[in-house]
């Protein structure tokens, strides 16, 4: 459905070249949910811009439902739906009247199409005299997604849908995504949130324009071979340090209240002894799966030490 | 055209919702109007000035009642001693000082020969000179009327002051003002409403669906130039019925070359929208690169002809300038296109050439 290859994109600065995306490969088969996982300023939306045809790459190819993104631009721009990192939609006009709008852009109409925003729009519905920009973050999300699928689209690309959102609104709006596609739908999605990538069918890790790793979210984790620890103890912050100096650990990072430690050779009882001899207390030690977000770490910190070596 | 009708509406929407919006799109022509119809004017109306008559005869108290009486003078304080003059000017209560000599009647009589002596306030050079001007009109008028027959050769210059017998400002500013309510108008206003769907995202959607670039250009611009001919037509009416101006020739011409101009600053605010992302730098561009240069060098404010070469040349480039000429000639001289050709040809060739440029730089594609 979605097909890249040696995607380049670099933007020119007064005083730099930024590198965007180095030879980005993607292979996206129908109704599949495919997220692209990486932090801000990892070349998501620059990305997204070239599959949605709004920017053109300096190299490389990609076809969108087997139609090129440079030649086919304006039959892609028919059968795509894209929902912007921001929430672009009209402040000043209601939320009717923005859906209104998108739908005849897209020469339908919202009748036509309702069974499949309906769920989503049932939950608008009772502010749908209300204007976009008094909505609360949510509820812009929801009409943001409403307004891209008006039109039945082949395939959806949501940039960062989920940020800026609540927890509560998140969680929902990926219940709606597994219902779309559920219904057969392609969705291409990035996100910032690890978390959130247990949710797609594939994965693709992205850092600086690169593609760290592309994989269904359980062979990622699967990926993590070496037994992994969350740690915690009285003084988190010398526990950081400490646990650097320890020669058994190989990473330590902190992953909210607890200290994700891996070792190849791991020793739950001489790393106890130790930390107890440097003055922590309340140690508490246990063995966890690995999750997305230690996968990238871990391929991040490869990288980090090859370009220190290859420096 | 359903997609073309949606949008326009939708502009319309983005337009009546902001209060802002609405009051520089219809409170602009009308306060602009206003303003230089009766606050901002060099007409001189009742202005005081202070008389120090040496005589006071017969001759000379006729003469200084017919100064009083002029509607462009008030004869504020009678002054009675040479040193007065200079206090008064500098209190600055009075704008010019008329001494009468003398044994005004008598020396007119006798010798056929007396001098007034008119001391202006020069610190407003055009204001002085203006004073200045009706001043001695009236006095020959007084002269003529009371000795005409006493002088035996005399040539008097017949003045007639053509299309515009009153001399009133408004002649010169009504054009000067539609010009620039309509480079408000056009040009600030649609680069502004193009930008900003840019600034908030909102392009990247519509780039992103099937509208056609040209199309979303037209329907963003559409509904302003029908505004332009709302302020048009604002103007036309407050010149005629509040001001007094006539309207001499064709109003249908003129308002049909008001619309060229409209579609002239259309396209520029198009392209200043084409290379700006930010509706601040659009705003400035077309105050400072349009707006200054429209009051500057069309002819409105200071006359072209007094400039230095190089500044001529360079208001060619104004095309505020053209359509300054146009309507002048056409609303005041009432002249027909025959007259006016040569303008509008400049006029019509300048919004081909930003057109197409505008059209040509507005992008398929992001940044």
New interface residues.
Partial sequence: MIFAKQLTKSYKTKTEEVKALLSVDLNISKGEMFGVIGPDGAGKTSLFRILTTLLLADSGSATVNGLDVVKDYAKIRQQIGYMPGRFSLYQDLTVEENLQFFATIFNTTIEENYSLIKDIYEQIAPFKDRRAGQLSGGMKQKLALSCALIHRPVVLFLDEPTTGVDAVSRKEFWQMLKKLKNDGLTILVSTPYMDEAEQCDRIALIQEGKILMNNTPEKARASFTEPLFAIRSDNMYKLLHDLRDVNLVNAAHIFGEYIHISSPFINQETIVEELKLKGHNQIQLIQIDPSIEDVFIKLLTHLESHEQISE | M??F???I??EW??IF??RKTVFILFGMPVIQILIFGFALTNEVKNANIAVLDYSKDAKSIQLIQKIDASKYFDVYSSLNRASDIDKVLKSGKVKMVIVVPQGFTQSLEAKHKVSIQLIADASDPNFATTLFNYGTSIINDFQKQYFIEKIPLVVTPEIRMLYNPQLKGAFNFVPGVMAMVLMLVSTMMTSIAIVKEKE???M????????RPLLIIISKTIPYLFLSLINITTILLLSVFVLDLPINGSVFLLVILSMLFAITCLSLGILISSSTNSQQVAMLISLMGLFLPTIMLSGFMFPIENMPLPMQFISNLVPAKWYFYIVKDVMIKGLGIGSIWKEVLVLFGMTIFFLVISIKKFK????
Wanted: aromatic content about 12%.
């Fill in positions: 359903k997609q009708r949606a949008f509406k939708k929407f983005h919702r902001d908030l995202g909102t990247e959607v519509l780039l992103a669906s099937p509208l398929l594609y992001l940044s």
